[in-house]
């Protein structure tokens, strides 16, 4: 049941995205004056569609195939186009026949309305949801790390002060920020001494392994009771365990955050222990064995009982700044992501995933929040891919055609017609070497 909520997510946030794509493409062409034959969301091979209609001069259909959509213009050159329709006397309503200028505008359409909707829908979140962060300055027990975070010189309970020498204010985006910094660096407080840490490629590499369940280091915080499950056989409950109680040493020796704890725990699996902790002011120790899954057998509090979120509310208008400020900074960081993915030595490419990659990133549960989130990076991503100056996107049509301006030479259509087969063998390859990743990861792992 949830993987069918998290593929009808996708679906819905895909399709949305591919039509106002289209749609840009569609409308500028209609005011250039070009004839539109097709407009289709998701693609229809061997001519078979789930739905078409046919209204004026345009016939409307959904394909089988959901992997995008396209917008079918008299006399352009694409994966539709014949050699008998190149061949043809060029009409005053075909693509090929109207001024450079208007051809780039229409390629470039479909890309600046996916901009356009991820600002307009990165605004609206912040107006309905505001933007609501964990500061750094929050931090007040510093962080946890991890044996990855350890090796990369962090130290349980450093707090974060600057990520490649800038100052360091969300700590959701410190990973990310650092991931994509040139050069990478890490500055932390730890014991009133700054250390700052530079982070190689080969760290990066392991830092991108696909297997990494989550960031090496998140905010630590105390390991506080907070419901004992009603089981007969639950070793908390039979050791005197409550709720609220918290957690301060382990054999003698202090431990009292989550993570300790937990690693305490996971290293005495079927061993007896003495647990200390301190209930209404009062400390207090019992001794029980450690079951043999290393589990206490109780729910905790999270970072989030502990910290301070900052939560900053927006107006309508006042959104629409944010909205633009937060799609310029996705764009910017997806274009620092393809440096990570072609430098060999970070091993980035293996990160690169397809639509599986897509649907797991998406809740179990249906979340507004994270669905219009997702959506507005999904435009972002779609606006950038399709910007590659890949012949058969729109960004090689594009680069084409600024050559024609330049140059004054237009490219012949047989050119075209030859770059539109290269480029597309070239984006199957991509899509092949995405599902093998996931394969990859989600099949063969």
């Keep these: 049941m949830e993987i069918a909520v998290q593929i009808a997510q996708l679906l819905v946030s895909l399709s949305l995205l591919v039509i106002c794509h289209e749609f840009g493409h569609f409308i500028t062409a209609k005011i250039f004056k070009c004839r539109v034959e097709k407009f289709y969301l998701f693609f229809n091979p061997f001519n078979f569609s789930l739905f078409k209609y046919k209204y004026g001069e345009t016939e409307y259909g959904v394909g089988w195939l959901p992997l995008g959509g396209y917008v079918s213009i008299s006399g352009m050159v694409d994966e539709n186009?014949?050699?008998?329709?190149?061949?043809?006397?060029?009409?005053?309503?075909?693509?090929?026949?109207?001024?450079?200028?208007?051809?780039?505008i229409i390629m470039l359409a479909g890309i600046i309305v996916n901009v356009i909707?991820?600002?307009?829908?990165?605004?609206?979140?912040?107006?309905?949801?505001?933007?609501?962060?964990?500061?750094?300055?929050?931090?007040k027990y510093g962080i946890a790390v991890d044996s990855l975070g350890y090796e990369m010189g962090l130290r349980d309970g450093d707090m974060i002060k600057y990520v490649n020498s800038e100052p360091a204010a969300e700590f959701n985006k410190v990973f990310v920020d650092l991931l994509l910094g040139d050069p990478r660096t890490l500055t932390v407080e730890r014991d009133g001494q700054i250390v700052t840490l530079t982070i190689d490629d080969e760290m990066v590499s392991k830092l991108l392994d696909p297997k990494l369940q989550s960031v090496p280091f998140m905010p630590r915080f105390p390991f506080v009771i907070a419901e004992i499950p009603d089981d007969a056989d639950n070793a908390a409950r039979k050791a005197g365990f409550m709720a609220g109680d918290s957690l301060v040493t382990f054999n003698g020796q202090p431990c009292s955050f989550y993570n300790n704890v937990r690693d305490m725990l996971e290293a005495n699996k079927g061993k007896p222990v003495e647990i200390g902790y301190v209930r209404g002011g009062e400390q207090m120790t019992a001794t029980l064995t450690i079951p043999e899954d290393g589990k206490l057998g109780v729910f905790t509090k999270s970072y989030h009982d502990f910290l301070e979120f900052t939560t900053v509310q927006y107006g309508f208008f006042e959104s629409f700044p944010i909205g633009i400020s937060r799609g310029v900074d996705k764009i910017v960081e997806y274009v620092k992501q393809f440096k990570l993915i072609f430098n060999p030595d970070t091993k980035a490419y293996k990160s690169v995933g397809s639509f599986i990659t897509m649907t797991k990133i998406f809740p179990e549960t249906w979340n507004w929040y994270a669905f219009w989130s997702l959506t507005a990076f999904f435009s972002v991503i779609l606006a950038v891919m399709n910007l590659l100056p890949i012949p058969g996107l729109d960004g090689g049509h594009a680069l084409f055609t600024l050559f024609e301006i330049v140059t004054g030479k237009k490219p012949s259509d047989k050119f075209l017609e030859r770059a539109q087969t290269v480029?597309?063998?070239?984006?199957?390859?991509?899509?092949?070497?995405?599902?093998?990743?996931?394969?990859?990861?989600y099949v063969f792992n």
């Design 423 to 441: 480029g597309f063998i070239i984006v199957i390859a991509l899509m092949v070497f995405a599902i093998g990743n996931d394969l990859l990861k």
């Design 117 to 139: 909707l991820a600002m307009f829908i990165y605004a609206m979140i912040a107006f309905h949801w505001g933007s609501t962060y964990l500061s750094t300055d929050n931090l």
């Design 81 to 104: 186009t014949s050699a008998d329709q190149l061949s043809k006397e060029p009409q005053p309503w075909e693509f090929r026949t109207k001024p450079a200028w208007q051809r780039l």
